[in-house]
């Protein structure tokens, strides 16, 4: 049997009897050098980061163009750090689950250092605003998801954690984006040297948004004299530090029983699984699908290795933001959600076993190929066409990809606008195309609409994905019967949510959507089978 933590250097024969690529560095070297010329700080320490962004950085390293490992910064869970992280050594296996039903296994070690950020850890928040003060550190990688970079509640207005944020200064930032101007300032404070600062989480136009989050902490801090004009210049005039726009996209669910069995009986050891006390599931091992995408805006102040050699394709923001456009808005994210709400309704395990479903292969065709690509702008980098055609008929459907509709269907109130907002907008502003003919998308409207009430398709109660605003939806919906709707009633709570822009990035109230979706949202709340039956009559037309 091999663990992550055997001697990978001078014993790698038990590595290549289990099929495990090591690294072809020293771990320890890595390490060191990362303590005195830092280049790469991650925020967020899950699966995503391990088995992209932690492969990027082994294979830089391979090549000897970086010689610095990444640090790690897990902002949220410090089970992850403690239980996953520092017991074996920073390292852990990636698993490429490949459609020949064939896994490629490849022990990483490029992370240098974790730490567990947060106000609550003195010594994790005094050793990352440090390494901030280093003018060795080139840029900064996220993946926080979408809801670490909120500081606004659903009517637009400042939340509660951010305005304590404003009025306690720099050092007693508690939310994500506060933390992060902290050590920005400590970095402005300490030389004001480059930084990138780059977002790769999934969703439009995230440079900007992060840009936006931190301006918002720092204008609020030089407004109350707590610090300095000059430094919202450091941060937005002088070209110092950038955000840069990026889209990502790799499949990569939870680690997988599956293959944690798999991993045992090939004579990999370390393959318990970790289910935290605040619902990480995490393992010394991460399962990822083989197809894979970074698109980056080529912005880096204080310079880079070359990514380009580790698969990433750097560009200008305009193409970057049509790529993002393509598989956020358009031609992924958006069939991946439909895949979760109907996948969970439906009781199906997997989203492979959801592509599967003909009602819901029907139903994510004529979304992809007939509502989104008709508005995709083809960015030049990737084709829209393969792009959408590779993803329908090899990834979604790729079985060891073990991932299942209920993590997607994870915090949707967030998804919404981005995934289904931004293509509404497009018909709605466009010469050409007709708002009349979207159908896809009110019926995935309507169907988290129906998830909502928590009762799947056989009359049973569901069990709902984590969601911030799970429990003050379901309040506006409290009112309708499921089996026995109320028309009056169903127009009254759903004209009050599709009216709200902040989640649907339109008022849905002023489209001829409304009428669809409650359409739609009726048909699905008949009784049991309903949600099947709606699909059918969909199947049929479309």
């Known amino acids: 049997m091999v663990k992550v933590t ?4 001078n014993n790698r024969v038990i590595f290549e009897k289990a099929g495990i690529v090591v690294p072809q560095y020293n771990q320890d070297e890595i390490v060191q050098n990362a303590e005195v010329n830092p280049i790469w700080v991650h925020f967020g320490g899950g699966n995503l980061f391990r088995s992209f962004h932690a492969k990027i950085a082994q294979d830089l390293i391979n090549q000897g163009l970086m010689m610095s490992g990444v640090i790690v910064a897990e902002t949220y869970d410090d089970e992850v750090i403690e239980k996953i992280y520092h017991p074996y050594n920073n390292r852990f296996l990636s698993v490429v689950m490949k459609s020949d039903d064939s896994f490629d296994k490849e022990l990483i070690g490029s992370v240098a250092d974790s730490i567990y950020f947060n106000q609550e850890n003195d010594q994790g928040w005094d ?4 390494i901030f003060k280093n003018p060795s ?3 900064v990688t996220m993946s926080i998801t979408e809801k670490g970079y909120s500081i606004a509640n659903i009517d637009g207005t400042i939340n509660d954690m951010a305005k304590d944020d404003i009025k306690n200064g720099p050092d007693n930032a508690k939310t994500n984006i506060g933390a992060i101007t902290h050590l ?7 030389g004001s040297a480059p930084i990138a600062m780059v977002s790769t989480d999934n969703f439009s136009e995230n440079g ?3 840009e936006e989050a931190v301006r918002v902490i720092a204008k609020g801090w030089v407004a109350n004299n707590i610090v300095e004009a000059d430094f919202l210049d450091y941060l937005f005039e002088s070209g110092k530090v950038s955000f840069p726009w990026t889209m990502i996209d790799r499949i990569t669910p939870n680690p997988s029983e599956v293959v944690a069995q798999k991993l045992k009986e090939d004579g990999f050891e370390d393959n318990d699984i970790l289910h935290t006390h605040k619902h990480t599931n995490i393992a010394p091992f991460g399962n990822t699908e083989e197809v894979h995408y970074l698109v980056i805006e080529d912005d880096f102040p204080n310079g880079r290795p070359d990514l380009t050699k580790a698969g990433v394709i750097l560009t200008d923001r305009d193409t970057v933001n049509n790529v993002d456009q393509m598989k956020v808005t358009a031609l992924l994210n958006p069939l991946h959600t439909a895949l979760a709400i109907y996948g969970s309704l439906l009781k199906i395990d ?5 592509i599967n479903n003909p009602l819901l292969l029907s139903l994510v065709k004529r979304l992809g190929y007939g509502e ?8 030049g980098v990737i084709n829209p066409k393969t792009f959408i055609d590779q993803l329908i008929q090899k990834r979604l459907p790729n079985k060891n990809v073990p991932d299942r509709p209920q993590r997607i269907a994870t915090d949707t109130s967030q998804k919404i606008s981005v995934r289904y907002g931004v293509t509404i907008n497009n018909y709605l502003k466009s010469d050409v195309l007709d708002i009349n003919q979207l159908e896809a998308i009110p019926l995935i409207i309507a169907g988290w609409l129906r998830y909502l009430l928590a009762v799947d398709d056989d009359g049973q109660s569901l069990e709902l994905s984590p969601d911030p605003l799970k429990d003050q939806m379901q309040s506006m919906l409290s009112n309708i019967e499921f089996g026995s709707p109320n028309r009056e009633v169903v127009h009254q709570s759903l004209q009050e949510i599709l009216a709200n822009e902040s989640i649907f990035g339109v008022n849905l109230v002023d489209t001829p959507l409304m009428d669809k979706i409650e359409r739609y949202f009726l048909s699905l709340i008949e009784g049991k089978g309903s949600i099947k039956s ?9």
Do not use: C, G, M
Request: net charge neutral; hydrophobic share 35%; proline share 5%.
């Open 6 to 9: 055997d001697d990978y250097k």
């Open 127 to 130: 050793k990352l605003t440090n």
């Open 137 to 139: 550190l080139q840029f």
């Open 184 to 190: 920005l300032f400590e970095r402005f404070k300490n």
């Open 208 to 210: 900007k948004k992060l």
């Open 350 to 354: 997997t989203i492979a076993e959801a």
């Open 372 to 379: 989104d690509l008709p508005v995709v702008v083809d960015p």
């Open 534 to 542: 709606t699909l059918e009559e969909f199947s049929k037309k479309y």
